[in-house]
């Protein structure tokens, strides 16, 4: 599914109005006949309803909502901000319609705003600014957004929470944000809906199929695209039916100093576990047992330090390499993992630690092999990129960082972020907060690298394995509850995800 910017949102109504064909006051007539179905599955007719609607298009959309909710019996008030005399073509047909249907519901505001009672079972319907919005709210906006937002009333924003822009927030003024109980978004989530602080503006959201044009939608080029299951599908590689461990990839995963053992055992697990043939875990001798016990299917090679990483080990044998798990970094470890970045040849996964340290030898970013596959958390991003202001300019950052190493950096979250060498940024749509647990991100090393080894290319496993760590969680939270998901429940649902994905 592709995600557009604002710009592109416009082209692809300008798109549907000339090809389908349709007039623009007709096409918003049919947004306006979904919002309201969407409302009224919500609210009854006993909920007063108050409109705010703005001089653009979205006001239009507000009026023509307040027009069929008073048709259905709703009580409605509808205050239409006309302060500059210019009002879309559409808000004004609408103005009328509404006007003409009952003119008692509509106060049209020019000068002075004595604001009305929001009061709890109240519904306030926000349709002042939408996708069209390029700087921050102020003056008397503000004023009233800052007044929604302090009232008990129950809040509804069309297409996008007045004040929130599609794409970029970072020098936004949040306070003068609507704060929706429910956002009905038109046909397609916007960019800023994927990240995490945006939530607290956007309630529930409900995205509205208005049946914009599939030919435009497929003729845009987006820079952003979220990841569906019929996306995996179609990567999936078959299991030859008369393969042996051999031609299923040999992986090797370097993780786990002493005490962080466990992150060594996940990685590896959750390698075996996505189908490779055979791994191989490097790791301290003092982590042993742990993993002689919790793993006999793998093979484990030990480091000659005791608790450390200290030296490079030969890569000639494998088809993919994760490093980085619960390494720490020290700098003999230091030393050895840049050792290890620059003479790997197979596709590696670096993660945790690796990452860390990369932060600390900044200048070895230089020296990364192209097509390296990265795997950060916020904050391990920020360490090596330096602190964000918010999401979406770590998520510039990551982008530009990708296409300067071409490399594959994935950023994690919620919804976590694939940022491709050619600046393309791919969004996944599994996963859930159970998922927040100390040592998911192993899990998620394991799986890319185990993928690597069974022959999938870099773009594809990086997709494939970041919807099935997600996948698993969502299994493994429907089974046993967000609160008691744990790292090692993930590998334990990889099969059901597989076997869902192959159904």
Not at 287 to 314: C, G, H, K, W, Y
Not at 443 to 449: A, D, E, Q, S
């Amino acid at each position: 599914m592709k995600i557009f910017t604002s710009a592109q949102i416009h082209e692809l109504d300008k798109f549907t109005i000339e090809k389908e064909p349709i007039k623009s006051i007709d096409l918003m007539e049919r947004a306006a006949k979904a919002i309201t179905q969407a409302i009224t599955e919500v609210w009854s007719n006993q909920t007063p309803v108050i409109i705010f609607a703005g001089p653009g298009n979205n006001g239009g959309d507000a009026l023509a909502v307040g027009r069929m909710l008073c048709d259905k019996g709703y009580e409605v008030s509808a205050y239409l901000f006309n302060v500059t005399g210019n009002l879309s073509d559409d808000c004004a047909t609408n103005r009328k319609r509404l006007y003409d249907k009952k003119s008692k519901a509509l106060i049209e505001v020019t000068q002075e705003f004595e604001p009305p009672q929001l009061e709890a079972g109240t519904l306030v319907i926000d349709g002042l600014f939408g996708s069209g919005l390029n700087k921050p709210l102020a003056g008397g906006f503000a004023s009233l957004v800052k007044y929604i937002n302090s009232s008990p009333a129950k809040v509804v924003s069309i297409d996008t929470p007045s004040g929130l822009m599609t794409e970029d927030n970072t020098y936004n003024v949040r306070a003068n944000i609507i704060r929706a109980d429910l956002t009905l978004t038109l046909q397609l989530p916007k960019l800023s809906f994927l990240f995490p602080e945006n939530q607290q503006f956007i309630g529930k959201l409900k995205v509205l199929d208005i049946r914009l044009s599939k030919e435009g939608m497929e003729k845009i080029d987006a820079n952003y695209t979220v990841i569906e299951e019929n996306d995996i599908r179609k990567r999936l590689l078959p299991r030859d039916p008369f393969a042996h461990k051999g031609k299923m990839g040999n992986a090797l995963i370097i993780a786990g100093s002493y005490g962080m053992g466990g992150a060594s055992v996940l990685a590896t697990k959750a390698c075996l576990r996505v189908g490779a043939g055979k791994v191989t875990t490097h790791t301290p001798k003092r982590n042993s047992m742990i993993l002689q016990i919790s793993v006999p299917e793998a093979i484990i090679q030990f480091d000659r330090e005791e608790t450390i990483f200290s030296e490079a080990v030969d890569t000639e044998d494998f088809k993919a390499v994760g490093i980085g798990p619960g390494l720490g970094t020290s700098e003999q470890t230091a030393i050895a993992i840049i050792a290890q970045l620059r003479r790997t040849q197979c596709p590696l996964v670096a993660d945790a630690d690796a990452i860390n340290i990369l932060s600390n030898h900044r200048a070895w970013l230089q020296q990364l092999p192209k097509g390296i596959i990265m795997t950060p958390h916020p904050k391990e991003f920020d360490r090596l990129e330096g602190p964000s202001t918010d999401s979406f300019e770590r998520l510039m950052k990551a982008r530009d960082l990708a296409q300067r190493l071409q490399a594959y950096i994935m950023l994690k979250g919620h919804h976590t972020s694939l940022c491709l060498p050619d600046g393309h940024i791919m969004f996944n749509s599994t996963g859930n907060a159970g998922m927040a647990t100390a040592g998911s991100g192993d899990v998620l090393t394991g799986i890319i690298t185990g993928l690597l080894a069974r022959g999938y290319k870099q773009e594809d496993a990086c997709i494939v394995g970041m919807y099935l760590h997600g996948l698993a969680g969502d299994i493994a939270a429907r089974e046993l509850g967000e609160e008691s998901v744990i790292a090692s429940d993930l590998i334990q649902y990889l099969p059901l995800a597989f076997k869902r994905l192959k159904e």
